[in-house]
């Protein structure tokens, strides 16, 4: 067992746990008029309150809050099964709701970077036993026997002298008990929820139809809003006919919105490129989508500007340049690769990389391209408001309303207390509802018209109007020596409009000499986090090359891999290596068992594998060919993400990353001509059909006692590179610009 100081009164509990960033506990009392605690069949519908997380009803009914927003990732199940476990609860006795926005009780509501679980581990176990101890205690004051002899199970205590009795009937006395100075969390081997999967919590609202979601979410006298943005990048607003399209049936009305006045700093989800826009408003979202194909509006070339932007991280102002201009991906590409010839800047050195190169018996050099993508959630952007002189309520979709609420109290001139802030599920996310431009639209629209508004976006509007992930371009050289050791490494890499290197992963700390460099290319198209940030590119284009350098050495691909995680466990490179090589080479080591890598024969087998957001994932694919398209066989995946909390979600997480990462990498691309998108809509968009999705998909975890570390991004970023080298396996070509598809359309024609 681990015992826990909390050190914390009750006043000062909930300012302590939110200071050192862990869940925030509050404590408080709500009780009716009349309880009956020992009568749990008659008792009224209260809840007694024992933190922030969690509440228990006189029938022995446990409601635990989900602070984190969910889209998928499961933490409506995984989060009441950590505070549960630590309780001693009855599963059936669970239930799930999600929690308000609340910054002094909720300090991490945020859903990304994989930190979910991650980040709330520690502050739910111990949520669930503070609120076992107290139940201990009042049961031990009742029955007048010390608190050592209480035992807890299944939602009840016991005594050895025969007492015994429900949660329900002891949780009045129970919350209004002190907090206890020290509670003690179970040893991980005694789990007997957390590693055993359970049902979705909500799965029955999911599958009923149940209104979940921003998109359903309905006020009386609620009209309904839509947004006409320029038709390309480096064009905002000129001149519209207002009144045509008033004119026509259900419309309201329809005026421009400054998104950006002068002066105004941005915060982090201001990502927004057109500072202008024009707002339709009418009785409903069909009349509105037809107003906005009908409106005729004049649009002129945006000049440079310039913007305060606040950083949500480290709380300062940084003056950021935009520059004019229609750009097209022809023009991204040359960039680049004028880029990478140049001269950058050097991120990490270890050794003497020039004279690595310079004295290689052998050096390969490959370079790896990837476009712009779409996110493509499938529920549109979407956003509900109702803004009164003194107050704004705002409902919908999003991944964490702290990155907003500052701005949107500021565009509104309310203060941020008078903002309410409310979130639903989430029809999928990825990133792409980290950045909150819409509730803003959604906000001005509502206090402009005076009356609440549902603001639905097309496809179209969000194909076209960001945010997408970036376009990226990378370099990579190896040195290789006459003994067949491998003795450099330099890689150079670029993006539109940001980087993609991470210098001190792999394989930074397993070779004495190493460089990695970078520069940027400016622009006004807006990009954002896409799931596994950057790692979703970097990953495919590392894993492929290292594939080569095997290849070039003599050496199998994954025993090479194995070879340098050892150097860099046994005797590493420099002190600053982001990975731990044991765990790395752990993933690597049970995707070769799982997947027959031995033997493979003749069949094509590519792997990967890739550290980011503190996890390690290794995916091998087999596939083949049939008139020069794949069939993907089966996917192989080991991962180590610490402890699984729910392990059917944790498969399917992994599932999907996996799905997600052949999508991009097969078929995914957005390209522009003259600032405008090439894609509009999913009938131009390809993406992965459910006929060419991997035949099975088999995903094994380690077995590990370290605490959870992070599973919605990781599975992901190795799927593009195991592909690329099964492809190689299957057709002696080496796949080096993403999507795949146009090399392998070439290859048939």
């Not at 099975?696 to 590179?721: C, H, K, R």
């Amino acid at each position: 067992m681990t015992t826990i100081k909390t050190g914390l009164t009750r006043r000062s509990f909930i300012k302590s746990a939110a200071a050192g960033g862990g869940l925030a506990l509050s404590f408080n009392v709500f009780t009716a008029p009349k309880i009956l605690a020992a009568n749990t069949s008659s008792a009224p519908a209260s809840w007694f309150e024992f933190n922030a997380v969690l509440s228990i009803s006189p029938n022995g009914t446990i409601e635990v809050k989900v602070q984190n927003p969910d889209f998928g990732q499961g933490t409506m199940t995984s989060f009441p099964m950590i505070v549960a476990e630590e309780l001693d609860a009855n599963w059936a006795d669970v239930i799930a709701v999600q929690a308000p926005n609340d910054a002094s009780k909720y300090p991490q509501q945020i859903t990304g970077g994989s930190w979910s679980v991650s980040s709330n581990w520690s502050g739910l176990r111990m949520a669930g036993a503070t609120a076992k101890h107290l139940l201990k205690q009042a049961a031990a004051q009742s029955w007048g026997v010390p608190l050592s002899e209480i035992s807890s199970a299944e939602s009840r205590l016991s005594h050895p002298d025969g007492h015994s009795a429900s949660y329900g009937e002891f949780a009045q006395a129970a919350a209004t008990l002190p907090i206890p100075a020290v509670v003690t969390l179970k040893d991980k081997t005694d789990f007997s929820l957390i590693g055993r999967s359970k049902k979705s919590l909500v799965a029955d609202d999911i599958v009923t139809g149940a209104p979940l979601f921003g998109i359903d979410e309905r006020a009386e006298g609620m009209l309904f809003a839509g947004i006409v943005h320029p038709p390309a990048f480096g064009l905002t607003l000129d001149t519209f006919d207002a009144d045509a399209i008033k004119a026509m049936p259900g419309i309201q009305d329809v005026f421009a919105i400054d998104m950006y006045p002068e002066g105004f700093v941005r915060g982090f989800s201001d990502v927004c490129a057109f500072p202008s826009v024009v707002a339709i408003v009418g009785d409903s979202t069909w009349r509105v989508m037809k107003a906005k194909k009908a409106l005729q509006a004049t649009w002129k070339p945006m000049p440079d500007y310039e913007f305060d932007n606040l950083n949500f991280f480290n709380g300062k102002v940084k003056r950021e340049f935009v520059p004019s201009g229609r750009e097209s991906t022809q023009d991204h590409r040359a960039a680049m690769a004028s880029a990478l010839a140049g001269a950058l800047t050097e991120k990490r050195r270890d050794g003497d990389p020039e004279h690595a190169f310079n004295t290689a018996s052998t050096i390969i050099e490959r370079t790896y391209s990837a476009p712009f993508l779409p996110h493509n959630t499938l529920e549109p952007m979407n956003f509900f408001a109702d803004v009164k002189e003194d107050q704004a309520t705002l409902i919908g979709p999003h991944q964490g309303s702290i990155l907003i609420h500052d701005s949107v109290a500021r565009h509104l001139n309310l203060p941020k207390d008078k903002v309410e802030m409310r979130m639903t599920r989430m029809g999928g996310g990825f990133g792409r509802r980290l950045y909150l431009h819409f509730v803003v639209e959604a906000a001005l629209i509502s206090q402009r018209i005076k009356a609440p508004i549902l603001l639905t976006y097309s496809r179209e509007d969000d194909m076209t109007a960001g945010v997408y992930r970036p376009a990226y371009e990378v370099t990579m050289r190896a040195a290789i020596s006459a003994d067949q050791q491998l003795t450099g490494y330099h890689i150079k890499a670029t993006g539109v409009p940001e980087s993609p290197l991470f210098a001190n992963r792999f394989p930074a700390g397993a070779v004495d000499h190493y460089l990695a460099e970078e520069t940027v290319i400016e622009s006004n198209i807006t990009v954002g986090a896409y799931r596994a940030p950057s790692s979703n590119f970097m990953a495919g284009a590392e894993q492929s090359f290292l594939d080569e350098v095997a290849q070039a050495m003599g050496k199998d691909p994954i025993e090479m891999r194995l070879e340098l995680l050892e150097r860099a466990r046994l005797n590493p490179v420099g002190d600053n290596n982001d990975y731990d090589p044991a765990r790395y080479a752990g993933v690597l080591e049970l995707v070769r068992d799982k997947s027959g890598w031995a033997q493979r024969g003749a069949r094509a087998m590519g792997v990967s594998a890739y550290f980011c957001h503190k996890s390690y994932c290794a995916n091998v694919i087999e596939l083949e060919m049939k008139d020069n398209q794949p069939i993907l066989r089966k996917v192989t995946s080991a991962v180590d993400c610490g402890i699984v909390v729910n392990p059917d979600a944790a498969v399917n997480m992994t599932q999907g990353g996996i799905i997600n990462g052949l999508c991009h990498s097969l078929f995914g691309e957005l390209t522009f001509e003259a600032g405008t998108p090439s894609k509009r809509n999913l009938d131009e968009y390809r993406m992965l059909r459910i006929n060419e999705a991997p035949e099975s998909i088999d995903v094994y975890f380690v077995d590990s006692q370290i605490d959870p570390t992070g599973l919605g991004e990781p599975p992901m970023p190795p799927t593009p590179a195991a592909l690329a080298n099964a492809l190689y396996q299957a057709t002696g070509e080496r796949f080096y610009e993403q999507p795949f598809i146009k090399q392998l359309n070439r290859l048939g024609s």
